[in-house]
């Protein structure tokens, strides 16, 4: 109960600082809040967790990404935020921001790393789609990678390979392996440098 005590301190705390440094850098930090008087919720092996947790990352005053989730419940040791219902947002100088969503999620503070699990649905500003069953994302090299089968499509096309790195930052793509795809032609009549017989 004592050690309940002071990680209820220490998380009251934590969101007082934030709130403050938030406050004199007019940055747009939302932290997780817990009502006065409310005693943490425990998670199955009885530690704290809390009810939502809303986070934007922040360079030189521009937002970079953002992190919202459900439940959180964060690891003392690790400095790992372990979180469910997950949803990340990236912003962009051009094209408009990134969408991804998953199940549970793992927030590691000490390396800048998210790695997403379970029906991951990724989406852009113009329609195009990502599906895959795991991806991290690393703020070191702005870079999102997974070993598993990924699903990219769009209004014309569909992508399916195994293993997939972005590069957010230079907007690209590049699928590992066993890569298949479709695509539906626009317009009317054979694609261009095609004969008709």
């Known amino acids: 109960m004592k050690r309940l005590r002071w990680i209820i301190l220490a998380v009251l705390a934590a969101i007082v600082a934030g709130a403050g440094a938030a406050a004199l850098l007019h940055q747009p930090v939302k932290l997780p809040a817990i009502k006065a008087g409310d005693a943490a919720p425990t998670d199955s092996d009885g530690r ?36 469910d219902q997950v949803a990340v947002e990236f912003y962009r100088d051009k ?35 990502l599906l895959t069953e795991v991806i991290t994302y690393r703020e070191k090299d702005k870079a999102a990678e997974t070993d598993a089968e990924v699903t990219m499509q769009g209004a014309q096309y569909k992508i399916v390979g195994q293993g997939m790195l972005v590069l957010v930052e230079q907007n690209k793509m590049i699928l590992k392996s066993k890569v298949r795809s479709t695509f539906v032609p626009q317009g009317k009549g054979p694609p261009p440098g095609a004969t008709v017989e």
């Open 95 to 129: 094209g408009g921001p990134i969408y991804l969503g998953g199940d549970q999620g793992v927030y590691d503070q000490k390396t800048q790393t998210i790695t997403l699990k379970g029906h991951v649905d990724g989406r852009t500003a113009d329609g195009n789609r």
């Open 48 to 83: 704290p967790r809390l009810r939502g947790l809303n986070y934007t990352h922040v360079e030189n005053g521009v937002r970079k990404w953002s992190l919202k989730a459900q439940r959180a419940r964060y690891e003392e040791g690790s400095g790992k935020v372990y979180l």
